[in-house]
C-alpha cells in the first residue's frame, strides 16, 4: 500500500521534500505504528519524527489512533506559536472565514478590530504581534512563516469556539501572515470583543497562548550568518491535552 504523508517547516527542510512516501503491506496502521515505520525507514531523524505529531484528515491524531493509507496525513513538528479556505455552509461560515485567516498579505489591525465590533459589547481589545529585530542579543534580519493552511484556519476556529464557550458573547478574529514579514512588520493580529472589559484581556491571552499550542503554522528566523525552525518553547508540546 501507498502511504503519502506531508511534512512542514524543519521536517520538509530535514527530509528534503514536502511529503515522503512509503510502500506498506499494510492498508491500516495506528500513528504510533506508521511512526515506527518512519523511523525505521529514517533512523537519523527518528528523534524528530518521536516528538512530532501526526495530522489525520486535518485533524490531531494521537497515538492509538487508526490511521488509513487513503487519508490526508501530514507530520507536524513543534508550532511556533500560526489562504483563505472557501466554504460551502452559507453565510455564517463565509462569516467565519474572514475572522479566521492565513494569509501572505500584509496584515490590517484595523480590518480584524472591525470584525469583532458588534452593538452587544461594550469592551474591544487587539493584540498585535510584529518582527522584532534582537532577540538576546541576536540580530533577527526577518521571519518566514509557513502553514499548514486549511488545517490552520480550522484551529483559529476552533479558538474561537472555545472563547465563546469560557466567556460567552465575547467574539473573536484572528488573522496570521505566513511568508517572508520584515522587522516591524505585523505577523498576527488577535482581535476580542466582549460586553465587559476583563473578559477582553482574559480573552486575548488565551488566544495567543493557545494560538501557540494547537494551530500548525511554523517560523524561521533569519539571522545575519544563518538561520533556525523555531518550534513549541513551553514544555512538552501535546496539542491534544484538554484545555
Same mark, same amino acid.
Given at each position: 500500500m501507498k502511504w503519502t504523508i506531508q511534512l512542514f517547516a524543519g521536517l520538509s527542510d530535514r527530509f528534503g521534500t514536502p511529503a515522503v512516501k512509503l510502500e506498506l503491506p499494510q492498508a491500516e496502521l495506528t500513528v504510533r505504528e506508521l511512526k515506527q515505520e518512519m523511523a525505521l525507514l529514517f533512523p537519523a531523524h527518528a528523534q524528530l519524527i518521536a516528538i512530532s505529531f501526526m495530522a489525520c484528515n486535518q485533524a490531531y491524531a494521537s497515538?492509538?489512533?487508526p490511521l488509513h493509507a487513503d487519508d490526508e496525513l501530514a507530520l507536524l513538528p513543534p508550532v511556533s506559536g500560526g489562504e483563505e479556505t472557501e466554504s460551502d455552509d452559507g453565510a455564517a461560515d463565509a462569516h467565519a472565514a474572514d475572522r479566521y485567516r492565513i494569509t501572505a498579505d500584509p496584515l490590517s489591525v484595523e480590518a480584524v478590530t472591525a470584525q469583532v465590533i458588534v452593538p452587544e459589547n461594550g469592551a474591544a481589545l487587539t493584540f498585535t504581534g510584529t518582527t522584532r529585530e534582537w532577540t538576546h542579543g541576536q540580530r533577527t534580519v526577518r521571519l518566514e512563516y509557513e502553514a499548514y493552511v486549511p488545517m490552520a484556519v480550522k484551529t483559529l476556529r476552533q479558538i474561537g469556539d472555545e472563547i465563546a464557550e469560557r466567556w460567552?458573547?465575547?467574539?473573536?478574529?484572528?488573522?496570521?501572515?505566513?511568508?517572508? &514579514?520584515? +522587522? @516591524?512588520?505585523? %505577523? &498576527?493580529? +488577535? @482581535?476580542?470583543? %466582549?460586553?465587559?472589559?476583563?473578559?477582553?484581556?482574559?480573552a486575548s491571552r488565551y488566544a495567543i497562548e493557545r494560538l501557540k499550542q494547537i494551530v500548525p503554522i511554523w517560523k524561521r528566523?533569519?539571522?545575519?550568518?544563518?538561520s533556525k525552525w523555531k518550534g513549541h518553547q513551553q514544555g512538552p508540546w501535546n496539542p491534544t491535552a484538554p484545555q
Amino acid at each position: 500500500m501507498k502511504w503519502t504523508i506531508q511534512l512542514f517547516a524543519g521536517l520538509s527542510d530535514r527530509f528534503g521534500t514536502p511529503a515522503v512516501k512509503l510502500e506498506l503491506p499494510q492498508a491500516e496502521l495506528t500513528v504510533r505504528e506508521l511512526k515506527q515505520e518512519m523511523a525505521l525507514l529514517f533512523p537519523a531523524h527518528a528523534q524528530l519524527i518521536a516528538i512530532s505529531f501526526m495530522a489525520c484528515n486535518q485533524a490531531y491524531a494521537s497515538d492509538d489512533v487508526p490511521l488509513h493509507a487513503d487519508d490526508e496525513l501530514a507530520l507536524l513538528p513543534p508550532v511556533s506559536g500560526g489562504e483563505e479556505t472557501e466554504s460551502d455552509d452559507g453565510a455564517a461560515d463565509a462569516h467565519a472565514a474572514d475572522r479566521y485567516r492565513i494569509t501572505a498579505d500584509p496584515l490590517s489591525v484595523e480590518a480584524v478590530t472591525a470584525q469583532v465590533i458588534v452593538p452587544e459589547n461594550g469592551a474591544a481589545l487587539t493584540f498585535t504581534g510584529t518582527t522584532r529585530e534582537w532577540t538576546h542579543g541576536q540580530r533577527t534580519v526577518r521571519l518566514e512563516y509557513e502553514a499548514y493552511v486549511p488545517m490552520a484556519v480550522k484551529t483559529l476556529r476552533q479558538i474561537g469556539d472555545e472563547i465563546a464557550e469560557r466567556w460567552p458573547g465575547t467574539a473573536c478574529a484572528i488573522w496570521h501572515r505566513i511568508g517572508v &514579514v520584515d +522587522i @516591524a512588520e505585523i %505577523s &498576527v493580529v +488577535i @482581535a476580542v470583543s %466582549s460586553p465587559h472589559r476583563e473578559a477582553c484581556y482574559d480573552a486575548s491571552r488565551y488566544a495567543i497562548e493557545r494560538l501557540k499550542q494547537i494551530v500548525p503554522i511554523w517560523k524561521r528566523e533569519i539571522w545575519e550568518d544563518g538561520s533556525k525552525w523555531k518550534g513549541h518553547q513551553q514544555g512538552p508540546w501535546n496539542p491534544t491535552a484538554p484545555q
